[in-house]
């Protein structure tokens, strides 16, 4: 799992995750869904992830888990720093994956898991009331070819084959409905007030609904899986041109990518995750260790003010809330100077 640490500087980066490896309900699945029919015989190779607070954020609320075969992104919201806590707990339930337990049922159970555990910290305590999370898995199935996809929210995952780029994953947005619907056209959707908007996340309701999908996986795919971050920043032309130019190099495309998103803003924290799939033999990989459960998870939260809940969600918290703090200290004081003025009068 992997995270943006609190930094002093508002542009900060690290680098938090690379591999190399040797030469609840479902959502509706798409019409042309094909299980299972690469049939095997690929395997994962490099990947990379690299998270950035980006030009504009004081802290990085997106997390990232890039332990294979399990590939994740998870960008907070809530407001303070709320949404940070709930995306760590996201990834931290998705690292409790069971060895050997592969597929989409897979990923719908830990992320209903994930939105159970992030409900009830919100329930329990005020400070973290409306704080949720969106969230993109893949889990490659190496036996079986394919790759299975988690997905709640306006993250995405995208798959790069013989030069194409194909978005895996539907927008939870209010764009994103608009331009399913016919209402709204990409090029309006991008300049779209409203476009940061969520129909959909992890943990703010009871209940969440999870989209999924399995798609069979081919010698030479490179996979990506990204926060708004960078999709807010750089159009799909741009992100193919950078991968390509990086020789479709995870590690070098990460970096490209990143720093793309900042040279056109960098208005929000960038997370990108990068792996390709290779022909040969599946890897056994060491078996994992087992995680602490959750609960035994040290996850820090450091929150300014409560952030009310609400049917649709809005990335980040805004000024509103650090002025609501400020105004309730200096009420505080008012009141406290009051008392003691009394108390000597008399």
């Given at each position: 799992m992997g995270r943006g640490h609190r930094f002093d500087e508002r542009h900060a980066r690290q680098r938090r995750s690379r591999h190399d490896r040797p030469a609840a309900r479902t959502g509706r699945r798409r019409p042309n869904r094909q299980d299972g029919s690469a049939g095997g015989d690929v395997r994962t190779g490099r990947g990379s992830a690299l998270t950035d607070t980006g030009r504009r954020r004081l802290h990085n609320e997106d997390t990232f888990v890039c332990e294979p075969p399990l590939f994740a992104v998870a960008d907070g919201v809530g407001g303070a720093q709320a949404g940070e806590v709930a995306s760590l707990l996201a990834a931290a339930t998705l690292e409790e994956r069971a060895a050997g337990a592969l597929g989409e049922e897979t990923l719908t159970t830990l992320i209903v898991e994930a939105n159970n555990r992030i409900y009830a910290r919100a329930f329990d305590d005020p400070a973290a009331a409306g704080m949720g999370t969106v969230v993109?898995?893949?889990?490659?199935?190496?036996?079986?070819?394919?790759?299975?996809?988690?997905?709640?929210?306006?993250?995405?995952?995208?798959?790069?084959?013989?030069?194409?780029?194909?978005?895996?994953?539907?927008?939870?947005?209010?764009?994103?409905?608009?331009?399913?619907?016919?209402?709204?056209?990409?090029?309006?959707?991008?300049?779209?007030?409203?476009?940061?908007?969520?129909?959909?996340?992890?943990?703010?309701?009871?209940?969440?609904?999870?989209?999924?999908?399995?798609?069979?996986?081919?010698?030479?795919?490179?996979?990506?899986?990204?926060?708004?971050?960078?999709?807010?920043?750089?159009?799909?032309?741009?992100?193919?041109?950078?991968?390509?130019?990086?020789?479709?190099?995870?590690?070098?495309?990460?970096?490209?990518?990143?720093?793309?998103?900042?040279?056109?803003?960098?208005?929000?924290?960038?997370?990108?995750?990068?792996?390709?799939?290779?022909?040969?033999?599946p890897v056994s990989g060491p078996t994992p260790a087992v995680p602490a459960p959750v609960s035994e998870v040290e996850i820090e939260m450091e929150v300014e003010v409560a952030a009310p809940a609400a049917p649709v969600h809005r990335h980040g918290a805004g000024a509103g809330g650090r002025w609501v703090a400020l105004l309730t200290i200096l009420l505080a004081i008012a009141i406290a100077a009051f008392v003691i003025w009394w108390s000597l009068k008399r």
């Open positions: 993109t898995a893949l889990l490659v199935d190496e036996t079986a070819g394919t790759v299975s996809i988690g997905h709640v929210g306006d993250s995405r995952a995208y798959r790069l084959r013989d030069g194409a780029l194909e978005q895996l994953t539907p927008d939870h947005s209010l764009v994103g409905e608009l331009v399913r619907s016919g209402r709204l056209s990409i090029e309006e959707a991008e300049q779209h007030p409203h476009r940061s908007v969520i129909t959909r996340a992890v943990g703010t309701e009871p209940l969440v609904e999870v989209h999924t999908d399995t798609l069979p996986a081919l010698p030479g795919d490179l996979y990506l899986i990204c926060s708004d971050g960078l999709t807010d920043m750089v159009k799909d032309t741009l992100i193919v041109e950078l991968i390509v130019a990086a020789d479709l190099d995870p590690d070098r495309a990460a970096e490209a990518l990143v720093d793309a998103a900042n040279a056109a803003g960098g208005i929000d924290n960038i997370t990108v995750l990068l792996f390709e799939i290779l022909a040969g033999d």
